[in-house]
């Protein structure tokens, strides 16, 4: 079976995270949200995998290639000159899928039963599946209306729960047969839920929606981002996280270099080549990336540390994300902040806590 990754987009909800980072390569738990989203497809029995690519895509590049073996599935990736949007980003290789094929968000962090899905879409013979599930509050979503043999009979954008016709969200996971690309025109901006839905449902197409409880978040907000960490360290979300555990809820890479006297207390997810300091304190969920120091006496609460960040000597972070290479001056004090290097210009901006 094979598969697409949109990775093409800017992220900007996540901003300014994503002015650093491409939202995919963004980590959960010390690992991608796209190499969560593999080893996801990998267990649906999917082979092959294209990643189409744009908005900092050499940093995507950087991590997959343009051809490589990944999780023991073949992965191209390829760059988009400009955002074709969710379905003219398929469209542009549709070439590639000769058979049942998944499209998923390159932003999703989920476990959703991949191989039930696309069970679900055979046996009701469809041109194209959603995976639907329900959320509390409908106006962060799109959502579907069912008919009782789970016939799709309509869409609703992010409505008011009082107006809303049903709570099942649309998570941007869809299993289609490669005639459904035929609804999308050539070399054209197209959109998946705003263009090519609607004429699957004018058209009269078999259109169905798999509907079911799963963990999914399309990490929409800083906030998101956070909770999407607390989740996978709770295991509220079924991914794996890299590193030996130390016990239930420590995660150390074996190249990470922890002083005997730092203290880790609470869930925490410490990464390759990454260096905790004498007396350094990482407490609640705390994920400390590869390469990152944590130098003497510094404290770090309730926080996410990208790639090659640095926290000085003394100095105390709370509940932050500080993104990849940004430098805490020792003896700091930081608090509810995202710490990013904007061209040459760290620019720290608040979070609601």
């Known amino acids: 079976m094979k598969a ?3 990775a093409a987009g800017k992220g900007t909800r ?3 995270l994503t002015d650093a980072v491409p939202k995919p390569l963004a980590p959960v738990a010390g690992k991608p949200i796209i190499g969560h989203i593999f080893e996801l497809l990998k267990g649906a029995g999917v082979e092959e995998v294209h990643v189409n ?4 895509a050499d940093a995507i590049l950087n991590y997959c290639g343009y051809e490589t073996r990944m999780n023991g599935m073949t992965v191209n990736v390829t760059r988009e000159r ?3 949007g969710t379905a003219g980003g398929v469209r542009r290789i549709s070439g590639r899928f000769d058979d049942t094929f998944i499209v998923i968000m390159g932003d999703a962090l989920t476990d959703v039963n991949l191989r039930e899905v696309v069970a679900f879409h055979k046996e009701r013979r ?3 599946t959603l995976a639907l599930t329900p959320v509390s509050d409908t106006r962060q979503y799109g959502v579907v209306e069912l008919d009782a043999d789970n016939n799709i009979r309509a869409f609703q954008e992010k409505p008011h729960p009082d107006e809303a016709i049903s709570n099942l969200a649309n998570t941007g996971i869809y299993v289609f047969e490669p005639e459904a690309l035929e609804y999308i025109p050539e070399d054209t901006f197209f959109d ?4 090519v839905f609607p004429r699957l449902l004018a058209a009269g197409e078999k259109f169905v929606g798999y509907e079911a409880s799963f963990y999914w978040s ?3 907000t800083l906030e998101s981002y956070r909770a999407a960490q607390r989740d996978a360290l709770s295991r509220k979300v079924r991914v794996s996280i890299p590193g030996e555990r130390w016990d ?3 995660w150390v890479d074996r190249d990470a270099r922890v002083h005997p006297s730092a203290g880790l207390f609470g869930r925490v997810v410490v990464g390759r080549d990454a260096v905790l300091g004498p007396a350094a304190t990482l407490a609640g969920d705390v994920v400390v990336g590869s390469g990152c120091w944590v130098e003497a006496g510094a404290v770090v609460e309730r926080s996410v540390l990208l790639p090659g960040a640095r926290v000085g000597a003394g100095a105390r972070v709370e509940d932050c994300i500080v993104g990849p290479g940004y430098e805490v001056q020792p003896g700091e004090s930081v608090r509810n902040e995202v710490l990013v290097h904007a061209a040459l210009t760290a620019t720290p901006v608040s979070i609601d806590p």
């Open 248 to 250: 239930e809820s420590l």
């Open 53 to 56: 690519v744009y908005h900092l």
């Open 192 to 195: 998946f839920a705003n263009d």
């Open 82 to 84: 400009e955002l074709m």
């Open 4 to 6: 697409m990754v949109l």
């Open 14 to 16: 996540l901003a300014p």
């Open 126 to 128: 469809a041109l194209a």
């Open 218 to 220: 399309d990490i929409g």
